[in-house]
């Protein structure tokens, strides 16, 4: 889901006032948007999250007997990755839901 779309989500949540809770935040480059709403199946948590690309781990190391390795994750400095993360309140708990279970089309 791009960010657009998100936008574009949360709009139709807000015209229908259907948001019971949101909060933002932002945290090592991390941006999380977490919305809770009702929906005919009962509430649901929406978790969007737009983190930097991985793009491999960085290993330094010598050739040296007795010497250490040492590895250093590569984040894109400007490409970034979404990712939406959906949740349904049963039994007391928040279940993700599956990709299969479509709620929002």
Not at 64 to 85: A, F, I, M
Request: charged share 30%; glycine share 4%; net charge neutral.
């Amino acid at each position: 889901m791009t960010s657009e779309r998100w936008e574009q989500l949360l709009e139709k949540l807000r015209g229908a006032n259907l948001i019971e809770s949101e909060v933002r935040d932002e945290t090592d480059g991390v941006a999380t948007h977490t919305v809770v709403s009702r929906s005919p199946t009962g509430r649901v948590k929406l978790e969007f999250i737009l983190k930097p690309k991985f793009l491999g781990m960085q290993t330094n190391y010598t050739r040296r007997v007795g010497s250490s390795v040492t590895t250093k994750p590569q984040y894109s400095s400007d490409e970034t990755v979404t990712v939406l993360n959906v949740y349904e309140w049963k039994d007391e708990q928040w279940i993700r839901m599956d990709e299969q279970k479509q709620l929002f089309h």
